[in-house]
């Protein structure tokens, strides 16, 4: 089988800025501890901002102002602190890369004379969040990875002759970031990949969808349906047009992948589905 070695190489311009700490402020009503909508809200397109970034560690400070007692603010603190780690755990990021969650207590004023008293305090009354991102992996010779049948199309794989256990990537089929459906420029090879699976009505075979950017072969997020099963939304959506087309369904199952198998290149990559042969009889052309 022809083969193609992918690999990827980092420009130091990438790895600077894929090595910058991450913030963002929470900020909170006086003796509240509980997150207001609004700051909520903010707080979730933050947390998606994370969804593709291999995270080292995530820090959560929490703060009162100065007024109160010593010991109030600091449990008042605490509890801040302890709202926004539970928000972060409810929206499918680990726990375990949550390092720190710690209450401050107050930020003293540093001077009384010629500031706003009420912004100030306003702005103390927060949760400080830091996001060390992971320096990307060095790319050695034992890390590059090896595609089979990605010289020659799937297309014209599906035409020659074909054995149980081959392996097909669908090139020219990508998927939108945290979806499952294909992008419009994918539409002309997927329907050529069908015609020809129509035809040769003897190739049974299994649909196995992947996704990219999260850690420990975790699944991802479809953002349609709030699931986390991305990678299987995205064979299931394959597996549904090829019905659609004519396909038998006895023909197929369709398997969800994880992240279990990245291929060390362009995301892009990785957000993919490959069909696995599983059975060959005879058929008729």
């Known amino acids: 089988m022809n083969k193609l070695i992918v690999f990827t190489i980092c420009c130091c311009c990438n790895l600077i800025f894929s090595l910058k700490e991450l913030t963002h402020d929470v900020y909170f009503d006086t003796d509240k501890h509980q997150v207001a909508s609004y700051e909520e809200n903010r707080l979730l397109t933050f947390i998606s901002t994370l969804k593709t970034l291999e995270i080292a560690s995530i820090s959560i400070f929490g703060f009162c102002d100065d007024t109160g007692a010593a010991n109030y603010n600091l449990i008042l603190s605490q509890q801040r602190a302890d709202a926004i780690k539970s928000i972060f755990s409810n929206h499918d990021i680990n726990e375990a890369l949550i390092s720190n969650v710690d209450g401050k207590g107050q930020i003293l004023l540093k001077k009384i004379e010629d500031i706003n008293l009420l912004k100030t305090r306003g702005q103390n009354r927060k949760v400080s969040i ?76 299994s649909i196995q969808g992947h996704v990219c950017c999260t850690p420990y072969t975790r699944d991802a997020v479809d953002k349609k349906t709030k699931k986390h099963n991305l990678s299987l939304a995205r064979a299931k959506y394959i597996y549904d047009y090829f019905e659609k087309k004519g396909i038998d369904k006895k023909r197929m199952r369709y398997l969800g992948m994880r992240r279990k198998f990245p291929l060390g290149g362009d995301p892009k990559f990785d957000r993919r589905v490959e069909l696995i042969i599983t059975y060959i009889k005879d058929e008729n052309l």
């Open 130 to 205: 830091i996001v060390k991102p992971k320096p990307p992996t060095p790319i050695r010779a034992e890390n590059v990875h090896v595609v089979k049948n990605h010289i020659k199309s799937a297309v014209h794989l599906l035409k020659g002759d074909l054995k149980v256990g081959d392996t097909l990537t669908l090139e020219n089929i990508y998927f939108t970031n945290g979806y499952s459906y294909p992008k419009a420029e994918s539409k002309k090879t997927l329907e050529a990949i069908a015609d020809i699976l129509v035809k040769r009505n003897g190739i049974y075979f």
